[in-house]
Antibody, heavy 119, light 107 residues
């Protein structure tokens, strides 16, 4: 069965960077785009971007351009999301999610990684 | 960016009621729309995609419709487990924006 297992919670300071990992299993890793979605406490969902694990190409939401980097390691079926220049507003639950394949609706989700930015 | 305006933001209803949630896109999205259900402390769960295609395992009381810019999620007869927050998402163009969410509460 498809599983997306994310790294553990992070507490970090303003101005720092954080990297969250998402290890995929149960399917052909390079076949499906992986997306990152975040949710601030008590708020809605925000799409951050996606990566094609096959070639590594990325598409980022304009809001995060210059601050976010998504990468992948095909040898371990893991994708990474690094967010830099953190501020308190980046405190959120970060999810990786995989699409259906023939469209980008998000069928499988990781368990979420809480990133807390606090001085 | 395509803006997704979801309404209402909250809704109170009884078990057995029929409820409707709407999403309006700021431009046409050619049925590239998904609906998700989220319960507290859990990741979102895909309910429908392509505006009206029911995800496998989702009860048939959930239905989706719409075209162009206007889309609707309908729950035909609310069950206790349906009280949750619902989000729409367009994946027609990046960024794949979400609606603000509709919190469905017990009346």
């Amino acid at each position: 069965q498809v599983q997306l297992v994310q790294s553990g919670a992070e507490v970090t300071k303003p101005g720092a960077s954080v990297r969250v990992s998402c290890k995929a299993s149960g399917y052909a890793f390079t076949t499906y785009y992986m997306h990152w979605v975040r949710q601030a406490p008590g708020q809605g969902l925000e799409w951050m971007g996606m990566i094609n694990p096959s070639g590594g190409s990325t598409t980022y939401a304009q809001k995060f351009q210059g601050r976010v980097t998504m990468t992948r390691d095909t040898s371990t079926s893991t994708v990474y999301m690094e967010l830099s220049s953190l501020r308190s507003e980046d405190t959120a639950l970060y999810y990786c999610a995989r699409g259906i394949g023939y469209n980008y609706a998000l069928r499988y989700w990781g368990q979420g990684t809480l990133v807390t930015v606090s001085s | 960016d395509i803006q997704m305006t979801q309404s209402p933001s909250s809704l109170s209803a009884f078990v057995g009621d029929r409820v409707t949630v709407t999403c309006r896109a700021s431009q046409g999205i050619s049925n590239s729309l998904a609906w998700y259900q989220q319960k507290p402390g859990k990741a979102p769960k895909l309910l429908l995609f392509a505006a009206s295609t029911l995800e496998s395992g989702v009860p048939s009381r959930f239905g989706g419709s719409g075209s162009g810019t206007d889309y609707t999620l309908t729950i035909s007869s609310l069950q206790p487990e349906d009280f949750a927050t619902y989000f729409c998402q367009q994946y027609y163009s990046t960024p794949h924006t979400f609606g603000q969410g509709t919190k469905l509460e017990v009346k």
